[in-house]
């Protein structure tokens, strides 16, 4: 009679503790540059299939935004002329006082290519990769404010991890008082700010702004505004809960900021 | 059998496809359902082998790891783990009554949810991320994985 090999008895177990073995090894390595280049074929794969259905917009819609954008255009144009001699006064005033220049920014527009397509995943795709010269660790805007940051590229779509995402840890700055304090998510649309005391003046409607001295967001970007303001903690720190800006669900176009580094 | 598993990659492709460009649209404060641990449970139920399961979870889960993931192996370890032991459960009985279809649902559900949320979301207290994330997600799927096999019971 024919004996069945034991190894054909524990073939699925053996299955499954293949997959647990890989997977654990892949969290493991999470940062290795092998998961980031895995990462990026992934996302050049998907940069294959992905298409943009929906570009198309009603003419009258697309007309009351270009309405919009014209009327921004004139404040904005008469705002520029004056902060450019402010900027110019500034300039030279630093560099009589040789105090280093400040960094100055380009911007390069992206689409989204794909939404954070579940509850446990606080990122997204954009439609910008090495191709436009986006790097790991680029700062994501939108007209509303901060979006998130690259954390991987491919050639022509990039992963974004939002803000929101509770692994962040953002150094961030209050409107009125500019007390800094650490932002850490708390939720899909709020988040929490530490480490500011309870003699510091923080009203509720502040608008939070990145501190200056973050060396991965420049500064003076539009996080979120205070919600509520507590004293009842034990700690000599204000309990300080914030909401974002930005409705992560609703962004369409984002800008990538490329620091150029002032000489 | 080759035709089958034809099938079920171009659905799991439009379904991929589906929650990448229009999550948005059935989010609900933000909480999102996972459509794809779903079609992987009724997968493992319509076809309960477990070595092939496994391996459907595998590469569903380290591609969508690869695409959109922050943590790339996590996806599909849960994955993995809940259709191995979704076909498991479903061949040693040739028919389950629908409470304990639905019991099935809920253990892969909860466990996908405790497993990648502890692991993605760990900057947030367990008892915070339970509340905000994993119960809401859990719940928002369930319902959806029970409509679904309310109107389209798998075998």
């Excluded at chain 1, 997977?23 to 992905?50: E, H, K, P, Q, W």
């Excluded at chain 1, 997204?124 to 660790?137: C, D, Q, R, S, W």
């Excluded at chain 1, 708390?186 to 003046?201: L, R």
């Excluded at chain 2, 207290?125 to 309310?150: D, E």
Aim: proline content about 4%.
């Amino acid at each position: 009679m024919k004996t069945t090999p034991k190894y054909k008895l524990y073939r699925e177990w053996i299955y499954l503790f293949s997959v647990i073995i890989v997977s654990v090894f892949f969290i493991m390595f999470n940062d290795s540059s092998f998961n980031d280049t895995l990462s990026a074929y992934g996302l050049d794969a998907y940069s294959l299939i992905n298409y943009d259905y929906f570009s198309f917009r009603e003419k009258h819609e697309l007309e009351n935004e270009i309405i919009g954008l014209k009327t921004k255009l004139i404040t904005s144009e008469s705002e520029r002329i004056k902060f450019a001699e402010a900027y110019d006064e500034n300039i030279r005033l630093r560099e009589l006082l040789a105090i280093d220049l400040p960094d100055s920014f380009e911007f390069v527009y992206a689409k989204i290519a794909g939404s954070d397509p579940n509850s446990y995943v606080r990122t997204i795709l954009i439609n910008a990769g090495t191709n436009k010269n986006i790097e790991e660790n680029d700062v994501v805007i939108s007209d509303k404010g901060v979006v998130g940051i690259v954390i991987n590229s491919g050639e022509n779509v990039s992963k974004v991890k939002l803000i929101s995402d509770p692994s962040n840890k953002i150094a961030v700055r209050t409107e009125n008082s500019r007390a800094n304090g650490i932002m850490i998510p708390a939720g899909h649309d709020h988040a929490q700010i530490e480490e500011i005391t309870k003699t510091t003046p923080i009203t509720v409607n502040e608008k939070i702004y990145t501190a200056d001295f973050s060396t991965i967001y420049p500064p003076g970007l539009l996080v979120g505004e205070v919600v509520s303001v507590s004293d009842s903690s034990a700690t000599i720190n204000k309990k300080i809960r914030i909401r974002f800006i930005q409705k992560f669900d609703q962004i369409e176009d984002v800008f990538v900021i490329k620091r150029k580094s002032a000489k | 059998m080759i035709r089958d598993q034809l099938k079920y990659g171009f659905i799991l492709l439009l379904v991929t496809l589906f929650s990448l460009k229009f999550s948005a649209l059935y989010a609900v404060y933000g909480v999102k359902p996972d459509l794809l641990l779903i079609f992987l449970i009724r997968r493992s139920l319509n076809d309960p082998q477990p070595q092939v399961a496994v391996l459907w979870g595998f590469f569903t889960g380290i591609i969508f790891d690869l695409i959109i993931g922050d943590v790339i192996g996590i996806t599909s370890l849960s994955y993995s783990i809940v259709c191995f032991f979704t076909a498991f459960y479903k061949r040693t009985t040739s028919y389950l009554p629908s409470y304990k279809r639905t019991l099935v649902y809920v253990f892969g559900v909860f466990f996908s949810a405790v497993l990648i949320n502890s692991v993605t979301m760990s900057g947030l207290p367990f008892y915070r991320n339970l509340v905000a994330f994993m119960i809401p997600c859990s719940a928002y799927t369930l319902m959806i994985a029970l409509i679904i096999q309310t109107f389209k019971p798998t075998k």
